[in-house]
């Protein structure tokens, strides 16, 4: 809804974040009116401004790593985290060629979703069209910008960054660097990609309304949580990862050890990781115990209920707790059940789950069939690891995040999660008056 | 995300809303099993209740209409309210005749929205299903009650409706009556459909972020409003109205008067009535004065900028103010603006419009496919009254509402915006960790 006496009230100066989501706003009415043509011929740009400045993003990032170094010292900030953190040569050219590949992806925009004839010379369309303007709040991995910056030109919107305070230097390199690139192009906005720098920043975005139109915050449950919380734009993303696999009683054992052992071991650290295994009775004690000595081997902690316990009795597994069906671990941990039934297994990931992804192990299949109509999440496996559940490995060349909401967009977001659409309907005159009484009929005919 | 924590602490008794909307969830499960034919034999099956207990929804509504009476004479509820508050035969049988409409649209759920190869024997599917329960709060009309639930059945959701306080008896018997008709059938739940008695419900229901996916508010801007700012679900739906047309100086002059008088007079009162006429200065001296004249002969009243009234001096226009622009005047009052350009109507549109539907009246196909592309909104009309915006018009059989956000469903929305998708994934045993390292590669090729 317009509100157009709140917009005038706001008399903050150039610089405001207010002033900047204008500005955007702005900016993203130019890029609506891009062909295709010229969108990709400014990613191909941009993929060269990468290749040719790596070493200005190299020296950026050594700054960030320096300055990160006494934190690692520390132990206030994790090896993984300062690994995310830190750029090398390889990954510049990782960059571009991400960039590269969106500017390959076929054309969101414009896209006819549907087409009617109301009536004879009524015709309408139903057309796929930009978002707007989208605001990103991710942590420390810095080749999230050019990936978002990237997704968001191709789709004709304009994107407002906010990055991790420890990759300052990093984010600040890429945009600048973007920016450049984009101001090279006659009509072409630079402010179609702005970086806010601090948190205060982001209290102010989330409140602006009438000029962003979408936020995707990517990072820890807490990030989200705060941005879910704090926010009176539509947020999409996921606060939570927790990710089921279910052994079914007519699994393929191999399959079933080595989906499980991927789901789990491959990446604990990442959102569509495994947390708990569920796995049925009948195949409990043929199943379980090669499994857990090969998790163990990994040095996985099992958790164990009742029943899994008894089975596994002396591989070292520990009692599970009503707590542990509800954590994610994001770590070498796993908890195990072992329940009666499909439809248990069903009512626990329903109950428990996190919406995000959850596979079943089974040759039959019903069971496969009734798993993935029942169980309530974005993605839903069969015979497959859950860690599948990716942008990239879905085939959408990159991704701005992971949605765990059920409206707009589900799972893995790239091209068509910044796109919304509008209805075209072309007539000659046309009024309802006749329609209404009764004097003209509908045909809705549809075309194509 | 889930917070079983949270649902194990409310404690409430078997009659309040969190314990309906439990119920409504465990529906909502058993509804999306349904196969297409249950599920139209059910609506058919509501249909004829509908037709063979006329006289009961009559009687019901008769006691509604006594009961509003004296608010009718004290002048405290419109006629306009009270003339969508009453029920005939007639209408009756129309609500019959909507809900068999429902049952012949095509199965929106399990539709295949693409279908991608990851890799040999790794496939990919993106389908349609239910998103899980709705919340529809209305007001007065009861025939939104077998609309909306035939909607819902069909598209697998249970629904929770809350209507208004003067049509209760009418709404208690058309639910009544569509849960007996449900539990007619072995297997399914009569809790896909409950009906909420008090506006303390409505509060409750928007916390129950657990259980419900989506509340769609009908009704004033301030029931709207309330709905928006009180709810921790997400909300789709339509605040405000705000309407154009657009004159362009390449317009036909009949078929601008045409679309500009259908669009403000034929139905003021709703949201998709014109509130502003904006004309190109190219063509307001032949097409004002008429359009005015006829305008004026309807009892509309014109508030006109400082150069509209230049040009209709005589005809008993008075001065537009800021505000006007800004307005929803949901009556036959009309503002009137003459614009310098193209441009300038698109800015004006983008500025004050409330993203619903506006038009174009033109002859010139570029001038058309520029305001279609710039314009933000959910409907962008050429030579056609924004009147069409509508579920039934655009041939979705009926609709459940019309939203003016961008996110999920945009316009009036049918079966498709109480569906969401999930991602099937059918694998052999495949894991992600062979990807990782590069011994294997993705194919990502498209099937269908």
């Not at 942590?139 to 990237?150: H, I, K, N, T």
């Not at 650290?269 to 708990?276: I, K």
Request: with cysteine.
């Amino acid at each position: 809804m317009s509100q157009p006496n709140a917009i005038s009230q706001i008399s903050a100066g150039e610089n405001s974040v207010a002033a900047v989501a204008r500005r955007a706003r702005a900016a993203s009415r130019s890029l609506a009116r891009l062909s295709l043509e010229a969108r990709n011929e400014i990613l191909t740009a941009a993929a060269k401004a990468l290749e040719g400045r790596a070493a200005t993003i190299l020296e950026a990032n050594e700054r960030d790593c320096r300055a990160a170094q006494p934190a690692v010292d520390l132990g206030t900030m994790s090896p993984a985290m300062f690994a995310r953190l830190r750029v090398s040569e390889r990954g510049v050219a990782q960059m571009a060629a991400q960039v590269r590949e969106v500017a390959r992806l076929a054309d969101p925009l414009g896209r006819r979703l549907a087409a009617t004839e109301l009536d004879e010379g009524l015709i309408l369309h139903k057309e796929s069209c930009p978002l707007g303007v989208v605001g990103v709040i991710f942590e420390s991995r810095p080749d999230v910008v050019p990936q978002v910056s990237a997704l968001a030109l191709k789709s004709g919107n304009a994107v407002i960054l906010k990055g991790g305070a420890e990759a300052a230097h990093t984010n600040e390199a890429l945009v600048a660097l973007w920016r450049e690139t984009l101001g090279q192009f006659p009509g072409v906005p630079m402010d179609a990609v702005t970086l806010l720098h601090s948190r205060a920043d982001v209290l102010e975005l989330l409140a602006l309304d009438q000029d962003v139109d979408l936020i995707i915050p990517r990072g820890s449950y807490e990030l989200v949580r705060y941005i879910m919380k704090n926010s009176r734009i539509p947020v999409l993303g996921h606060g939570e990862g927790l990710c089921h696999v279910y052994v079914d009683s007519a699994a393929d054992i191999e399959k079933a050890i080595a989906v499980s052992y991927d789901a789990k071991v491959q990446y604990p650290a990442v959102c569509n990781a495994a947390e708990t295994l569920l796995v049925h009775q009948g195949i409990a004690g043929t199943f379980l115990p090669p499994m857990i000595a090969k998790l163990r081997e990994a040095g996985v902690e099992i958790r164990g209920d009742a029943k899994a316990l008894a089975v596994v009795a002396n591989q070292g597994v520990v009692p599970a707790t009503e707590r542990d069906w509800a954590t994610e671990y994001g770590d070498l941990i796993l908890s195990v059940k072992i329940v009666g039934s499909l439809d248990e297994a069903i009512e626990h990931i329903n109950h428990y789950g996190s919406r995000h992804t959850d596979a079943i192990v089974t040759e039959n299949s019903e069971a496969a069939a009734k798993f993935m109509n029942e169980v309530d999440a974005a993605g839903v496996f069969q015979n497959a690891s859950t860690r599948f559940a990716d942008g990239f490995r879905y085939g959408f060349g990159a991704e701005v995040g992971i949605s765990t909401s059920k409206l707009h967009a589900r799972g893995p977001m790239g091209l068509d999660g910044l796109t919304t659409y509008k209805y075209k309907l072309y007539g000659q005159g046309h009024t309802v008056d006749p329609y209404s009484k009764g004097e003209k009929k509908f045909t809705h005919k549809p075309l194509d």
